[in-house]
Each structure stands twice: as C-alpha cells, then as structure tokens.
C-alpha cells in the first residue's frame, strides 16, 4: 500500500469546522429564552411597565397628586377604574406615575450593588488571604443583619428620600454581589486561560477585567434580573413602614400603606398597588429564571 | 442465526438525537455479537457513537434521544421496548454497567460496602441483611480491595480512584452478570493501576464466564484484552474483525491509519519523517459527508467513494469491512 | 537535529535552564482557622539540566508533582526553596517587572483545549493578547502577525473574528500553540498537550509541535503521562515519583533498560498496541500511589517496590550518576 511518506513537513491548513455552531453566545442564550413561555411573558410585562413609566404623563387620566374631597373613596367605575383613594385620587393615575418610581427604584440601586459588589467580589477572590479576609468579614457582618433592619437603621439616620433609599439598599444589598462574584472569580482564576495571561505577564487589573468579568456576566445578569424585584419590595417594604417615599409620592409600597387602614372599606385603595407590586416582582423574578435555564450550560462550564 | 452461546445480539440499531438543530445519527444501523465469555472491544473516537452503543444497551438514552429501530438481543428478550420494571431487574443483576468516573456512579452520602450489598439485596430479595454484607466482603476480596471489612464502612471520596473502580467492579459483578459493559474504565486512571485494573477484569472474566463489551479509545487495551474488535466512526462500524486478524492486517484505511498514527513505547521509534496521521478530523454529526463517511479524510479516497456509502462486506474468517475497495 | 549524549558535562549542548534542589508545597488548608496543618509535598527536591533545543519529557502518575514542577519553573507558582537558571537569571528572584520581560522567553501550552482559551475572546484576540501586552504594534502591524501565526499553525487565517467554540479540540489547541509562540519564546512547558485529544488529532498536532521545534529551535520541557508518546517524541526523560526524580537520562536507554525498579514497571504497564504482546507475561505494580501530604520514610517507592530491602525504609536515595544518568535508588537494575 502506497502510504504517504513525511507527512511532517506537508503544508496542512486545518478546514475550520465551518458546521460547527456558527451562532454567537448571546444569539444561542436569546434562542433558548424565546422557548421559555413564562419568561418571554415576564419580558413582555417588564417591557409593558417600562413603556408605562416612561409614558405616564400619556396615559394617566387623572393628575395622580390632584386632591379632591368630594371623591373620596370612589368604588372601582368606568370613570375611575382602579376607584379612588382617601383625597379623592385616581388609583390607577396613581399607580402609573408610581411605576417610575418603581423602575428607579428597581435599577438605579440594583446597579449600584452590582457595581460595588463587583469590585469588592473580583478583588477579594483574585488576590486571596487577607484581602479576601477582611472584605469577606466585612460583607458577612453586612449579611448578618436582617436586611430590612439594616436599611431602616439606614433611613432613620439619613432621614427619607429617593436619594437616601439608593443608599440604604446599596448599603444592604451589595454583600450579596460580592459573594456570587468571588465564589465566581475564585473558580476562573484557576482556569488554564487565566493561567496562561499571566504566564504571557499580563497585569493582575487587566486580567481582572478582560479575562474574569466578562466570564461573569452570565451570572451577574442572572443576579440582577433578580436583584430589581428584591429592591422594588424593599422599598415597598420601607414606605409601608413609614421611612420610604415620603407623600404625596406615588410609591405602590406607600399606597398599600396609606390603603391599609380602609381595607374592610374601600380595599380597593391597597389592593390595586399590591397586585401591581406583585406582577411585576413575578415578570422580573420569572424572566431572571428563565435567563438563568438559558444560560445553563454557560453557566455550568 | 442465534445459538445457545450468544449471549447480545444487537441486530441494525439506531439510536437518533432529534435535536434543534437536526438529527443526530449516534448510532446508525449497527449489529454486534457477543458470545459467551467473550470479550467485545469497541473502538473509535470521541462523537463515534461508541458510548451511545452501550447506553442504549442499558436502555439509558434519555431524550432527545431515542431508539429509533433495530434490537438489542440479551439473552433472545429484545430490550427495545421493554418495560422500566423489567429493565430494572435485568441492570445491575444479569446486565451491569461500569463507567469511566466511577465517583459519579457511587452515593457520596452512603458506606461503599452498603451500596454493593444493595445491589445485591435488590435482585435478591430473600436474602438476609448479614449474609449479604458476606458476600460484599468475599467479593470485594476477589477483586483485590485490601482490608475488606474495613473498607465495607468507608465512603467514595475516602477511596482512591483505582479502589473505587474496583468497589464498580464489585457491584458490577456481584450478583454473577452475564454481561459487563465497560466503558472507557481506566481512562481516568494512572498507568500502573490501569494495568491492576485490566488484569483483574480479565481474571474475574475467566473465573465467572461473563461476557465483557469493552468500549475504548485506547488501542492498546484493546490489543491487550479483547478477542473480537468493532472500530467504529461517525456512528457506523467501519471494520470489524478477530483482534490479530485487525492488527495484523487492517484492512479500512482508517483502521490502518489509527494504527499507524500511535507512537509506540515498546520500540524505538524514527522521528525524522514525523508520525504518520490522518488528515481533517471528525465530521459534524449533524452534515455527514455524502458517500463514505471518511473518504474525506481517506488518502485512498475516488469519485465513487464520495457518492455511495459502501456496505459493510464479509472478506472472510469473521472479517467485514466497509469500504469500496473490497467486495464479496 | 539535538542530539544529547551525556548529562552533565557536555560541550555540545549549551544548558538554557538549570534547575537546582527546587521544592514545591502547599499547605492543606484545614478547620475553621485555617490552621496549616499539613503540606503537600508536590515537588521535593528536584534538580536537573535543560539543554537549549531538546525535549525534556517529565512523566509520572498523578500527584506526581510533574505540572506543578512546570508551573514552578514558569512561576506561575511560587517555589518553596531552591534555585532555577533562566540563562542564568535566578527566576525565582526577579521583580514583578523583570519576570514581565522574561515571560517573553518562557510559555506554556496546557492540555485541556476547552479551558485554555477565554470563551469570550475572539481569536484574533487571543493569539494577539502576548503582542499587544508586550509590543507596541499598531492594529495593522497584529493583525499581520497573527494571520501569520495562524497559517504556522495550520489555522485559516480569515476565522480569526470567531469565538474558540466554534473550533474543535485539535483546532483550539493549534490556537493555544500559536498564542504561547507569538513572542518567539526559546522555552516552552507543554503541559499533557495532546491528552486531551483523540488519537488521530495526537499525531497531528504532535508532528506539528516537532515542526515548529526544528523551524524556531524550541526548547521543551514535555509533561505527559503518556508513555507511548513520550518515547516518540522526547530526547531526554525524567521519571517522577511522589515529588522526586526516580530515573532520569536518554529516551531510549531509559526506555530499554530502565535502572530505576519503577520506571521498568511504569513502562511494563504501558498497553502496548499489539495483541502478540499479551502473550508476554506483564509486570504489574501491586499497590497504590502514596499520598505526598506523608509520603514515605526513605525511598519513596519501597512500599511498592518488588525488590525493597532494609535500607530502603529509612535511608533516602540520592540522585546518582550511573550509566550516563541519574538514578535514585540504592539497588539500580544493573
């Protein structure tokens, strides 16, 4: 048999698997995610109640701060739909306006947690020992206290506002971050391509941010999908107990306080903000498991 | 066609994975035999088809995949189709499994000695607590495991990976199967257990008659312990043939070009012209090639060979091939 | 071609590595307070020439301390004790700076292909990442260099915008092979470069790594445990035991008449790829692998070894000439 001598020195060019998957990683993640019902109906809702916040002053039919004695506790009517509160103020002008607190509420401290978490979670898993000594204590110490506690020490202190809120749930909530980040962090570092950046002696901060958080974004995504509704019911949780949103805000947390007292009357007044509260604290939670099935086999590498 | 000492006989299986992006053809019409106290090697590469071989076997295909024809012969009661019960009775009693991790196929919340006895316990339901954990003993004896009483009572990850492959074969061989399917055993182990390890398996197979189907990437296993050798490719049987009759004179361009492309360390060897290897790599499961599935990396390959997928042919004494260039 | 005769002095072949009584361990870390209760003792001592242009092989079972010797000498790790030469730069005591720029000379390929690239990384990116860290090329002046690395390896140069899952193992590994040659290094750790792979992509990609070691005069120190391959491709052998060098001298000689009793049985257990060899009867190595958190008293081997004697279990051997090698043992299999 003739067999082909030196195949050594032969010039070979390795076709490149052009079957093999084609697709992005981001295109396969969306693929999957478009299948998950549940999550494709949690998108369409946030995407519903993001286009609403944004609209509101649009789709409002009533000024939400607009006080009218005479409408006092209005039931549910093709006038009012959602029925009126105790100043007479359409509840569901005002659980629109309400939604925008929610959304800011919802992202601005959820992405000041991810980002301080972030930082303290990379650095405490990529350099170890002490470092990761004394971030860890110092986060675990922050995950002791009952959460809600901690950022009602917070609100007492700071006194209320919207500004106050972010940092109170920053405060509370960036442990967490921090945790899923090193654990993240501690698992790539030992990687072979983490190992071989810095065999070709690039820098601990470029490493850092070329080579472990972009590996992390699956899992942040995941988390911050999540993080949005923990904060919307923390401030839900906060102006029901009278340290949140100050009136006459229109905060769906607020509201259900301010409706509490007329349950047995005019239960509409607290109801209607609860269940907004509660839908949209499912969409965020069922798309942020959905991402998370998505992105399974990401996440398990 | 079946006599008393076959004991597997696998006639056209198909095992298909309906995936999103197409069908899979894992396994695509094969047909093994394997005879009493025999031991069946199946080699090939990673994606060949080899392990789903002997999942399906173990009717263990989970979906998307699924058998989509043929049958699986054990002792002439076809597997395909048969109920989870029965199937249930059947592994781990007549038919049992050994894989290449054995961590994974071992509780890590339960004693070894306590899950080999359960094996024993589940297919023997008469026998007595005290009497199995016996046998447990006895059996882990047999397969080299040393101070058996001791290491009844200890966990998986207290165990190194050679003692835990055996505790496998333990369990595997416990209650006398009539067929072990081992896959990949040693790959996860080092030389010199590998060795213990393979010698132990082809002890244990004198002693208790049982039929082993070897799946391996590992030419050398398969040189050192299989009688009859199945190479497979991209989900078909390539070549099939006694083990010298293979070695000796492979006949499929790819089985000579495997053989070929091993550097050996029994001789010394010439490195100035390279080491002989085959050219490409594996195809995509999912866009096999037209024709023969390997004529695109077959240095022999012609026109022909890219337009009919050859049969696989007799060429006497046991020794079938698939490709174009043999016939009847 | 590199030819070594003899260890120690020779004339012919410059020595680019020296590797003087290195030691290796990590504390296990137990119990609330992390108590160092324990080190393991993943390389124990270890000293050894490389010669510019040969390939050095280190084999040994697991926990062996053979990748962890590799690491060490790359300081990816941090050694314990001892010294290594880098053309006589003690590695182990540059600065952070000056390691930087030695890191140029020095590279290691790894086995697992699906590990070693970052997923999210295109390959352009990946095999330009050694250039942009250390030269100042302009975009133009990469994207030459690396289309031209990839055609050295045997990659298509127009796939460099693709991510690494989109290449199958032997082509990740080509990308892992073009990444650690980028800079020109004259000393590369392969570590298990072709375990990972299945039999037919072995042979390509080890023809490839000799390619490239006759074009650019590369010095390798190979790690595998893959007796068949080591004996193709290597020059020179080291066999490692538990943290220590048991054996260590010419491919061949090592491999046909093996002085240390545990490199004859580490070869004996190699399945040999021919069914008239079974007839043969096989030494086996009874036993198992001694842990290196306590390894054991004297030569490390003697709880495995057919031909222990007294002196084994308490006094240690040296690494002695013999026969143009090194040999640790007091009974040699003369």
């Known amino acids: 048999m003739n067999i082909a001598k030196n195949m050594l020195f032969k010039k070979e060019i390795i076709e490149p698997s052009d079957e093999l998957v084609k697709e992005t990683f981001w295109q396969d993640v969306f693929k999957s995610l478009r299948k998950d019902r549940m999550a494709m109906a949690g998108g369409t809702i946030i995407a519903l109640f993001i286009l609403v916040a944004i609209f509101a002053p649009y789709l409002a039919p009533y000024n939400p701060y607009e006080v009218s004695l005479d409408l006092q506790f209005q039931k549910p009517s093709m006038e009012y739909w959602l029925g009126t509160d105790m100043f007479g103020r359409d509840v569901l002008s005002r659980i629109i306006y309400g939604s925008r607190i929610s959304l800011l509420i919802g992202i601005v401290p959820s992405l000041i947690t991810m980002l301080i978490g972030i930082i303290f979670g990379i650095i405490a898993g990529y350099f170890g020992r002490k470092t990761d000594f004394i971030i860890m204590t110092v986060s675990d110490m922050v995950l002791s206290f009952p959460s809600l506690l901690l950022a009602m020490v917070v609100m007492y202190t700071l006194g209320a506002s919207l500004l106050n809120i972010f940092i109170a749930l920053s405060i509370v909530g960036w442990a967490g971050t921090a945790r899923v980040v090193r654990a993240q962090t501690l698992s790539l570092k030992n990687k072979e391509f983490v190992e071989s950046a810095r065999a070709i002696g690039v820098k601990p901060s470029i490493i850092m941010i070329r080579h472990i958080l972009p590996n992390c974004i699956p899992q942040l995504l995941v988390l911050f999908t999540l993080e949005i509704p923990g904060s919307i019911l923390s401030e839900a949780s906060l102006s029901f107990l009278g340290v949140g949103a100050q009136p006459p805000a229109s905060s769906w947390g607020l509201m259900v306080s301010n409706g509490k007292e007329f349950l047995f009357n005019a239960p509409w007044v607290a109801i209607s903000p609860g269940i907004a509260i509660l839908v949209i604290v499912l969409a965020f939670n069922f798309l942020g498991d959905g991402l998370r099935d998505a992105l399974d086999p990401y996440l398990k590498q | 066609m079946n006599d008393a000492s076959t004991i597997l006989e696998i006639n056209n299986l198909k095992t298909y994975f309906y995936t999103d992006k197409g069908v899979v053809p894992a396994v695509d019409d094969i047909s093994i035999k394997v005879k009493k106290g025999q031991i069946i090697g199946i080699v090939g590469e990673s994606g060949c088809g080899k392990s789903m071989t002997s999942l399906s076997i173990m009717q263990l295909i989970a979906p998307p995949g699924k058998i989509a024809g043929g049958e699986i012969l054990f002792q002439n009661k076809n597997l395909v189709g048969i109920s989870k019960a029965e199937m249930r009775s059947l592994r781990g009693n007549e038919l049992s499994m050994i894989f290449q991790e054995p961590m994974t196929s071992l509780n890590p919340v339960y004693p070894v000695g306590k899950q080999v006895a359960e094996t024993l316990l589940l297919h023997n339901k008469h026998m007595k607590k005290a009497e199995a954990k016996q046998k447990v003993i006895e059996m ?189 | 071609m590199h030819k070594i005769q003899e260890l120690g002095g020779d004339d012919v072949n410059r020595v680019l590595m020296k590797v003087r009584n290195v030691k290796t361990y990590f504390p296990v870390e137990k119990g609330m307070f992390r108590k160092k209760s324990a080190m393991v003792h993943a390389v124990d001592d270890i000293s050894f020439d490389i010669y510019e242009g040969e390939t050095l092989a280190i084999v040994g079972e697991s926990g062996c301390g053979k990748s962890t010797l590799g690491r060490t000498l790359l300081r990816l790790l941090d050694a314990t004790e001892g010294e290594a030469y880098f053309e006589d730069q003690n590695i182990f005591e540059l600065t952070s700076k000056e390691l930087r720029q030695l890191r140029k000379q020095m590279q290691i390929i790894f086995q697992d292909p699906f590990a070693s690239l970052n997923p999210r990384m295109k390959v352009t990116d990946i095999i330009g990442e050694p250039l942009v860290t250390h030269e100042s090329m302009n975009k133009k002046e990469k994207d030459e260099r690396v289309a031209e690395l990839m055609e050295v390896v045997g990659l298509r140069k127009t796939y460099g915008n693709r991510y690494p899952h989109m290449f199958s193992g032997g082509q990740r590994q080509r990308i892992g092979i073009a990444r650690a040659l980028a800079l020109n290094p004259k000393f590369v750790v392969c570590d298990e470069p072709v375990s990972a792979l299945d039999v037919s992509i072995q042979s390509q990609i080890i023809n490839l790594l000799q390619k490239l070691q006759e074009q650019k005069q590369l010095t390798y120190l190979f790690i595998s445990h893959d007796l068949n391959v080591v004996r193709y491709f290597s020059d020179r052998i080291g066999v490692m035991f538990v943290g220590k060098i048991m054996e260590l001298g010419p491919t061949n000689e090592v491999y046909d008449h093996p002085l240390h009793p545990y490199t004859k049985f580490l070869v004996a257990a190699a399945p040999v790829p021919d069914p008239h060899e079974r007839s043969k009867e096989k030494l086996i190595l009874e036993g198992e692998i001694p842990s290196p958190i306590n390894p054991p008293s004297g030569c490390r081997f003697h709880t495995r070894c057919p031909y222990v004697q007294d002196r084994c279990k308490s006094q240690e051997p040296e690494l002695k000439q013999i026969e143009g090698r090194m040999v640790a043992c007091h009974y040699p299999l003369v």
């Open chain 2, 140 to 328: 882990f004896k047999m397969v080299g495991i040393p101070e058996p009483e001791e290491r009844y009572r200890v966990f998986p990850h207290q165990l190194s990976g050679g003692l835990r492959q055996r505790v496998m074969i333990a369990m595997a061989l416990i209650c006398r199967s009539k067929l072990l399917i081992a896959d990949e055993p040693t790959t996860a182990l080092d030389v010199t257990i590998e060795a213990q390890i393979l010698k132990l398996m082809k002890n244990l197979q004198e002693e208790i008659d049982t039929s082993i189907i070897m799946i391996t990437h590992n030419l050398g296993i398969v040189a050192e312990m299989c009688d009859y050798v199945y190479v497979m490719y991209a989900g078909k049987i390539m070549e099939q043939a006694d083990v010298y009759e293979l070695f000796d004179h492979p006949k499929h361009p790819y089985t000579e070009g495997l053989l070929k492309s091993i550097p050996r360390s029994n001789v010394q060897q010439n490195k100035e012209k390279g080491l002989y290897s085959i050219k490409g790599m594996v195809p995509n499961m999912l866009n096999l090639p037209k024709g023969c599935r390997f004529h695109p990396r077959c240095i022999y390959a012609e026109d022909a060979c890219r337009e009919v997928e050859p049969d696989l042919v007799d060429v006497g004494e046991g020794h079938l091939v698939r490709c174009i260039k043999y016939k009847n």
